[in-house]
């Protein structure tokens, strides 16, 4: 298990506090990153990572770039259910108000899920709920469709089976390959996510306010 806390980015007391799970490359945790530094999340930012895989490209970004991280392999905590309940303790001593899957390759239990039921989301390559599970863009070639494309959603029990929050298309043409339509499919992703995500901590600031 590998845990890194410093170097965390700096907030103010009214910011959303963001915790992104990531699996692979992590190209749309460092866009989402990105986009916080900016500013470009209505008052969201991206505090921290949270990966199954400790050494994939997303964790050693966020090592990089000094981004908070807790990390482990389900078998290195003897499964599922001891991974989540130990990501739940990091991710409430973060304070995290919502949480991106972007990328991580597990469907969440409820030990994960139920704190953070309605906010938590998951952004997937396809127009689901065509292409559902893993390697969404593949199923896409094979298929012969002429379009596929991106979705954002809330996280339930299932497998990319959320309420959907926002769909964009990107077609598939006869000459793609799979690096082509993925690469296509990450620039629509790069630019919906965090669309989605700053309506989202618009949202959540508003209900908070509300609460008050």
């Given at each position: 298990m590998t845990t890194s806390t410093a170097s965390a980015p700096a907030r103010s007391d009214d910011r959303v506090r963001i915790a992104v799970l990531a699996s692979g490359t992590g190209s749309n945790f460092r866009n989402l990153v990105e986009c916080s530094r900016a500013g470009g999340l209505a008052g969201g930012e991206v505090v921290c990572l949270v990966s199954d895989r400790?050494?994939?490209?997303?964790?050693?970004?966020?090592?990089?770039?000094?981004?908070?991280?807790?990390?482990?392999?389900?078998?290195?905590?003897?499964?599922?259910?001891?991974?989540?309940?130990?990501?739940?303790?990091?991710?409430?001593?973060?304070?995290?108000?919502?949480?991106?899957?972007?990328?991580?390759?597990?469907?969440?239990?409820?030990?994960?899920?139920?704190?953070?039921?309605?906010?938590?989301?998951?952004?997937?390559?396809?127009?689901?709920?065509?292409?559902?599970?893993?390697?969404?863009?593949?199923?896409?070639?094979?298929a012969g469709v002429s379009e596929t494309g991106v979705t954002v959603h809330f996280v339930d029990s299932g497998m990319d089976t959320g309420p959907i929050l926002a769909q964009r298309s990107v077609p598939v043409f006869p000459s793609d390959s799979l690096t082509t339509l993925t690469a296509r499919i990450h620039e629509v992703e790069h630019a919906l996510l965090p669309s989605v995500v700053g309506q989202l901590c618009a949202r959540y600031q508003h209900s908070v306010n509300e609460s008050i």
């Open positions: 400790p050494d994939c490209g997303a964790a050693r970004w966020a090592d990089d770039q000094g981004i908070a991280s807790w990390r482990a392999t389900h078998k290195s905590l003897g499964g599922r259910d001891a991974w989540e309940a130990q990501a739940v303790g990091y991710l409430r001593e973060q304070r995290i108000d919502l949480i991106v899957l972007a990328g991580y390759m597990r469907v969440v239990g409820a030990a994960l899920l139920l704190p953070w039921e309605g906010r938590m989301i998951n952004i997937h390559p396809s127009l689901l709920p065509a292409f559902p599970g893993l390697h969404a863009p593949a199923q896409a070639l094979a």
